[in-house]
């Protein structure tokens, strides 16, 4: 083409020569590149991860369009203004001469500034990717609704274990899956159409075997662990009273050690099925078990619930019905404040401090801030003589700072954990004793307090050195009460009765 002569045709390219098409060009070439870039890592890696999915598919195309639409607006300007001044396109030659050592520096510094401008956006796409995939990115980048799990879980076991390998994993239908379902919680944080609490548990979670048996081999055997639950009552004198536990877990696969024990459930051989009648599980009427190796099948029911459940609604028991809060559990107010009590950061020889310490924490508070001058001011007036109560009240500061969340209205209440049977039915939605076979006469069994632990030792002091090897019966620290009772009925993870 020849733009130094003036009868030749106009060609429509000289209008794209100016800085807003050039401009665009480059951001349009960009994203190009970062588009593929993104979609190889897409294709490529091990692990789903929704926000890339955002990025590869909608934020980088997004970046090619403006880009386009830059070129074509610079185009469009620019042919406006040729139209107006017509000799203004004339002085623009951009012909490149090889034999003039000006264009070929040219021409190098360009390629180079191209090639270095590539290798920016490849880094920048890549590092994106990178920090969608933290576990920073989920729990800070919606930060007041992702807060509490975020917070709880760098107190958990799984502190290493990203969101993404619990929470979308690999696996191509989940991925698919998850990104939907990420893409719709960047809308739902940005239009605030979330619920608080979120609600639990989550209806279409990847299944056990294909996230915890990724890390956990089901087969393992883990036999007796010895575990003590520190607890003080809530008396004048904060009485201390532990029980010592060995929890038979034992194995679930015959070959690894004695078979039995509460990880029997974890034995592909019986399938144990159930129907919960409540969105949070909590309520079990109707439990299926299928022995795999003989066939056998049995069904138990509560006696309120006769008939059948609905198909559709049947759940097979798997590692997330006992293990519900692995990465993210909230402490109750009554366990956080004893295990402060039992370090002794929060002093026992403060009159009824559990009481009072509990109390505080569990009152309505709308915000972080108010809880903690609320807190301070309510122990101060509580105990108004002593001179050391400042680290106690901190501690309980920071045990609410921890575990209550009140802009999402998330902590322990808002969210059973099925692991015991103490401030939830736990194993007891269950092993109640109230299942029963339809003709009445076989129960669940396992129901009776040696069947998962024996206690080893309970109560304070001296008593906790004397061992039962074979197991003592429970010495409730409340008294005597009625059978039929589930633990859950009077204890919630408060104060008794509260
Ligand atoms: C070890 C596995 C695991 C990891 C790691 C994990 N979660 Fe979860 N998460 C779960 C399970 C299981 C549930 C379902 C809980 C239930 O059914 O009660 C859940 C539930 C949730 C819920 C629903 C509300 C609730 O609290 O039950 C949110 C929100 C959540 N997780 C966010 C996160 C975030 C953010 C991270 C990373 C900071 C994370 N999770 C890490 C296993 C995990
Ligand atoms: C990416 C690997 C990984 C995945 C996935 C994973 N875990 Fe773990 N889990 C670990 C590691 C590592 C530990 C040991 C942590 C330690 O001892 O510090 C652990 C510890 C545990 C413990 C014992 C500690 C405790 O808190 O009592 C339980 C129970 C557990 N995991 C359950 C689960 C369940 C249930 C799931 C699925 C929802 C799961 N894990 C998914 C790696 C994983
Ligand atoms: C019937 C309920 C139940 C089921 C189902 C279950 N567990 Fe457990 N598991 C327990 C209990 C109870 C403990 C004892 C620890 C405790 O109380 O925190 C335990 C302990 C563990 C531990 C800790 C062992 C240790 O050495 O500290 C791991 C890891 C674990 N379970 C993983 C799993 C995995 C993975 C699955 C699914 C394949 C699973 N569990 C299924 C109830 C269950
Ligand atoms: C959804 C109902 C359900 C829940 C919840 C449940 N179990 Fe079970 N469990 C069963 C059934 C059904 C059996 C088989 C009972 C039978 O054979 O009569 C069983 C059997 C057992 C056994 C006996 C295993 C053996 O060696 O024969 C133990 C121990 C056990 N469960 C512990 C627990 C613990 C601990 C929990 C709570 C963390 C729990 N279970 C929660 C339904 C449940
Ligand atoms: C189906 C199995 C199962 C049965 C039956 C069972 N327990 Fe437990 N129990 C557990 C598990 C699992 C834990 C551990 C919970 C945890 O780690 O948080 C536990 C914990 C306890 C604790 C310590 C809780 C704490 O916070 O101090 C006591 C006490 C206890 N059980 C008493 C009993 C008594 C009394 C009975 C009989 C009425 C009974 N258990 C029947 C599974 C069972
Ligand atoms: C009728 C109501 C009731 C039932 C049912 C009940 N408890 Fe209690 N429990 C109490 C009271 C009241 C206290 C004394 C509370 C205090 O002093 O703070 C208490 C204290 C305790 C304590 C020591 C203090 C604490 O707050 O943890 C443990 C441990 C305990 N109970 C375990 C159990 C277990 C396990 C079961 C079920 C097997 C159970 N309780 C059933 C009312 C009950």
Known sequence: ????????????????????????????????????????????????????????????????????????????????????????????????????????????????????????????????????????????????????????????????????????GSGASWYVKSKISGAYQVYSVLFKKYS?????????????????????????????????????????????????????????????????????????????????????????????????????????????????PPADQIRVMDCMDCHNRPAHAYETANESVETAMALGKISTKLPKVKLVAVDALTQKYASVNEALEKIAAAMRAKYPDATDVGPSIATVQRIYQENFFPQMKADWRSYPSNIGHKDWPGCFRCHDNKHLTVDGHEKIKSSDCNACHSILAQGSGEELLKLAPQGAAFKHPGGEFDSDLLCSDCHNGAIQGK
């Open 196 to 308: 608080t609490p979120i609600p639990t548990p989550i209806a279409n979670l990847r299944p056990a075997q294909e996230t915890c048996e990724r890390c956990h081999w089901p087969e393992k055997f883990t036999g007796n662990l010895d575990r003590s639950y520190e607890h003080f009552l809530s008396d004048k004198k904060n009485t201390p009273y532990t029980v010592r536990l060995s929890l038979r877990v034992g194995g679930g696969q015959p070959g690894q050690g004695p078979f039995g024990g509460i990880h029997w459930h974890m034995n592909v051989a019986n399938k144990v099925e159930y129907y919960a009648s409540d969105p949070q599980r909590q309520t079990i009427p109707w439990v299926r078990m299928t022995s795999t190796s003989n066939g056998e099948v049995r069904v138990f029911r509560t006696k309120e619930f006769q008939g059948e």
């Open 1 to 168: 083409m020849s733009d130094s002569n003036p009868t030749a045709p106009r060609s429509p390219a000289p209008n794209f020569r100016n800085w807003l098409s050039l401009a665009g060009a480059v951001l349009a070439v960009g994203s190009l590149f970062a588009f593929v870039f993104l979609v190889a890592i897409d294709t490529f890696s091990r692990e789903g991860n929704p926000y890339l999915g955002i990025l590869t598919y909608i934020v980088s195309p997004a970046f090619l369009i403006a880009g386009l639409t830059l070129v074509a607006l610079g185009w469009w300007l620019r042919r406006r203004q040729l139209a107006a001044h017509p000799e203004g396109g004339e002085k623009r030659s951009l012909a490149i001469d090889l034999a003039q050592p000006r264009h070929r520096r040219f021409l190098v510094i360009f390629g180079s500034l191209s090639v270095v401008f590539l290798m920016l956006t490849a880094f920048g796409s890549y590092q994106t990717y990178r920090i969608t995939e933290s576990e920073a990115f989920c729990g800070k980048t919606c930060h007041t609704v992702m807060e509490p799990e975020f917070t709880r879980y760098h107190h958990g076991s799984h502190a290493r274990v990203s969101c993404a390998e619990c929470h979308i």
